[in-house]
């Protein structure tokens, strides 16, 4: 990673499970990303009811950074009402302590801030983890003002996860498993 990055961050809410999701995705990502876009990563969350929620994160110089999932419209690409795209909006690097994937068995906490008010060194203090990965807000108009990346195994992510929740009705967590991609 490179000091002047940009992390944009992409929601996707469906049905579709990995198998039928991934590949519109990567059909619906391709024609945005191309070699513009210096890594892109896809997570999927732990399944919820027959509802899955995927999240990519595309790696952009500052200089080049574009909203390439805009208005959370749903693309051609999709079938028609199965998948709905929010754009949660650029993040800037405030801490990255791990640029690469997680390691064998490990999960990702993603925790989604909305409070501006929110004090850092309680996000720092939770543990355990191996690595905390946190990005602020680029924009005004992105969704968060944080989006923190917990790396932690498995017994500790779920003790990461409860904590986060105690802690805040304002912040969207879950786990995240990380989806092989084959365009990163």
Not at 26 to 37: C, I, T, V
Not at 61 to 81: L, M, Y
Not at 112 to 124: G, I, K, M, W
Request: glycine residues 4%; neutral net charge; contains cysteine.
């Amino acid at each position: 990673m490179k000091k002047d990055t940009i992390f944009q961050f992409v929601c996707f809410d469906t049905p579709l499970s990995l198998d039928a999701f991934f590949p519109q995705w990567e059909n619906f990502a391709g024609k945005f990303l191309s070699n513009r876009a210096s890594a892109i990563s896809l997570h999927q969350q732990e399944a919820n009811k027959n509802k899955f929620r995927y999240v990519s994160k595309n790696e952009w110089p500052s200089d080049d950074f574009q909203f390439v999932f805009q208005k959370g419209k749903v693309s051609d690409k999709f079938s028609a009402g199965q998948v709905k795209v929010t754009q949660a909006g650029g993040y800037s690097p405030v801490q990255i302590e791990h640029a690469r994937k997680a390691g064998k068995g490990e999960l990702k906490v993603l925790a989604f801030v909305n409070d501006v008010r929110t004090d850092l060194a309680f996000y720092r203090e939770i543990k355990p983890y191996s690595h905390l990965n946190i990005y602020e807000a680029y924009y005004e108009n992105s969704l968060f003002q944080y989006v923190l990346e917990y790396f932690a195994k498995e017994p500790d992510a779920m003790f990461i996860l409860e904590q986060l929740k105690k802690q805040s009705a304002q912040t969207e967590t879950s786990l995240y498993r990380e989806c092989e991609l084959v365009h990163a």
